[in-house]
Each structure stands twice: as structure tokens, then as C-alpha cells.
């Protein structure tokens, strides 16, 4: 081989590397300039379809609120669960959607006070469930 090809090839190796390293360098000053667009992030809604939620309002009123993320159909408390209280207006086979509510009154007797948990049912896979009543005031 012939001295002037060598580096004829030496120098094009050379050259191709301090090239590749000076657009790497290049590439990263270009991005500390104008850093890329964040990615997108999807927000995924972690709420349950269907939840429940009773809020103490005042006295004997109370709110069974669906705290889901899903319409919850055909709900109803279950009187069986509420045994030895008086109450009115359960829901009895209404529809909630997410964020919605209905209003119930249960009052104490002199056997019972207030119960610690109703029974909600829907139609739905996870019912029933047990919702805890909040203690009054």
C-alpha cells in the first residue's frame, strides 16, 4: 500500500469519528437548547365503576352519594339493614350517576341508636356492599 492512500484512509477514519463527535455534541447542545416536548400522559380515572358514600347532613338526614365513576342502576338500601330504626325515603330502585346523590332520613329509637353500616345493592357486580353511616354531628 502507498503512503498517500494510508492516510488518504487514515484521515477519512479520523474525520468520520471527530465528524460523529461533533454532531453528538452538537445534537446534545441543539436539545439543552430546545429540549423536546414532554410526552403526553393518559390520566386514568383509579376510581372504582361504583362506590358509595354517606354524608351525615343534620339531624336525622343523610346522603347516599355515588363517589364512583360509573352510573350505579336500580340502587336500593336494603330496610333489613336499618332492623329496629325508623326511616323514609331509602332509594328503592333509582339511578345514580358519578357524583350524584339521594337524600334518606333514619331516626334512633330507644333500642337503637343509628347502625354502623346499610346495605346498598345495585346492578352491578360488586353488590352488595357495606357503607358505613358517619356518626351524627
Same mark, same amino acid.
Given at each position: 500500500m502507498e503512503w498517500p492512500i494510508f492516510w488518504s484512509i487514515c484521515a477519512g477514519i479520523v474525520g468520520g469519528v471527530v465528524v460523529e463527535a461533533i454532531s453528538g455534541i452538537g445534537k446534545r447542545m441543539f436539545e439543552r437548547v430546545f429540549p423536546p416536548p414532554p /410526552?403526553?400522559?393518559e390520566l386514568v380515572d383509579s376510581r372504582?365503576?361504583? #362506590?358509595?358514600?354517606? +354524608?351525615? /347532613? $343534620? &339531624?336525622s338526614l343523610y346522603r347516599l352519594r355515588n363517589v364512583g365513576r +360509573?352510573?350505579?342502576?336500580?340502587v336500593r338500601i336494603d330496610p333489613a339493614s336499618l332492623e329496629g330504626l325508623l =326511616?323514609?325515603?331509602l332509594p328503592d330502585g333509582i339511578d345514580l350517576g358519578a357524583g350524584e346523590s339521594r337524600d =334518606?332520613?333514619? @331516626? &334512633? %329509637? %330507644? #333500642?337503637?341508636? $343509628?347502625? @354502623? +353500616?346499610?346495605?346498598? $345493592?345495585?346492578? @352491578?357486580?360488586d353488590s352488595p356492599a357495606a357503607v358505613s353511616m358517619p356518626t351524627q354531628g
Open positions: /410526552q403526553r400522559v372504582p365503576p361504583v #362506590d358509595w358514600l354517606i +354524608e351525615w /347532613q $343534620s &339531624g +360509573e352510573k350505579a342502576v336500580n =326511616f323514609r325515603y =334518606f332520613l333514619v @331516626g &334512633g %329509637t %330507644t #333500642d337503637r341508636s $343509628s347502625p @354502623g +353500616e346499610v346495605w346498598v $345493592s345495585w346492578n @352491578g357486580p
